[in-house]
């Protein structure tokens, strides 16, 4: 018989430190120790050095076999200004993201777990803007998000198949379609075909060339209905641009949907709108306006889920992900 395998058998390996959360149901995972040295300046700056040097990097900790297309990845950075405790790169399964609303409570829970954060206020940097973050205690944190605005309303697109649909363009940190007219039932059960419907609508939006401003791809599209408790304000489904639909309500596009009811006189500043998820899982959203810009604060709860060490064994034909 063999003898039984020794650790000191296996090739080296290179360690990624990361702590897994969930916000209202969908992943986040922070990356504390192994990731890229992308160096100092804007995180803006920094975010497109991490797209085009550091794609594997971001493959294997998001992507199958270690991850999967519902997770978001957060890579803890210096922040370049000074007044942040701390600057953050989101990414997911197919790239970057500019702000991730459910990740961003996330990471404020993963900083509490980790000490480096007490309850109160401190400010992140991210790559569209400096986000402010109340960490409640207790799991649960508001983010205080980047401006957003309803850029178009009421968009008609064909989508093949489908007939026309109607939707508003909007900004939370990313690009959203939001659409209430849309005839479907937006239950858990049914995400198989809300998530072919949206993707339908997506495509239909690029081959028509609807856009956000500067050209910029809409990518993500988010539907609306009413809400199962009573005590919420609506019930969302979106889509995200890899094609996982978010588990949560979405901070970035409640963001955008509190715009866009601002917009047609809807909604007022400090009111509480509660976005409940295509899961139940709800968060607590309101603004407030500086000058002309709408800006959106959201909170939700956060759980720490695991503290792991991702192994990339060089011997491994898939440890760049896939």
Not at 290 to 307: C, F, H, Q, V, W
Request: aromatic share 8%; charged share 15%.
């Amino acid at each position: 018989h063999a003898a039984p395998a020794r650790m000191t058998d296996t090739a080296p390996f290179r360690r990624i430190q990361v702590i897994d959360s969930h916000t209202g149901g969908e992943p986040t995972r922070v990356v504390v120790g192994g990731g890229p040295d992308l160096g100092l300046g804007p995180l803006a700056e920094r975010r497109e050095r991490f797209q085009q040097q550091c794609d594997v990097f971001r493959s294997l900790v998001v992507n199958e076999p270690r991850g999967s297309e519902t997770l978001v990845g957060a890579l803890l950075c210096a922040p370049s200004d000074p007044t942040c405790a701390a600057g953050v790169l989101f990414f997911n399964n197919i790239g970057p993201i500019g702000m991730c609303g459910h990740g961003a409570i996330g990471l404020t829970i993963t900083l509490a777990h980790l000490g480096r954060i007490e309850p109160g206020r401190f400010r992140l940097e991210t790559p569209v803007g400096v986000v402010t973050v109340d960490y409640l205690g207790d799991q649960r944190a508001t983010i205080e998000n980047v401006a957003s605005y309803r850029c178009r309303a009421a968009v008609p697109v064909e989508v093949p198949g489908r007939g026309p649909i109607t939707g508003d363009i909007a900004w939370g940190g990313n690009w959203f379609f939001l659409c209430a007219d849309h005839g479907q039932a937006l239950e858990a059960e049914n995400v198989a075909e809300l998530t072919a419907f949206c993707w339908q609508v997506r495509h239909a939006l690029m081959a028509a060339g609807i856009t956000g401003h500067g050209g910029q791809p809409i990518d993500h599209i988010e539907l609306f209905g009413p809400p199962r408790d009573p005590a919420n304000q609506s019930r969302n489904f979106v889509l995200c641009p890899g094609g996982a639909y978010d588990r949560s309500p979405c901070g970035t596009g409640t963001s955008a949907k509190l715009a866009c009811l601002h917009a047609s006189g809807q909604w007022q500043p400090g009111a509480i709108w509660r976005q409940e998820s295509i899961l139940g899982s709800v968060f607590e959203a309101a603004f407030r306006l500086d000058g002309p810009a709408l800006i959106p604060r959201i909170t939700g709860s956060a759980y720490i889920t695991a503290e792991s060490v991702l192994l990339l064994d060089p011997r491994d034909p898939f440890q760049a992900g896939f």
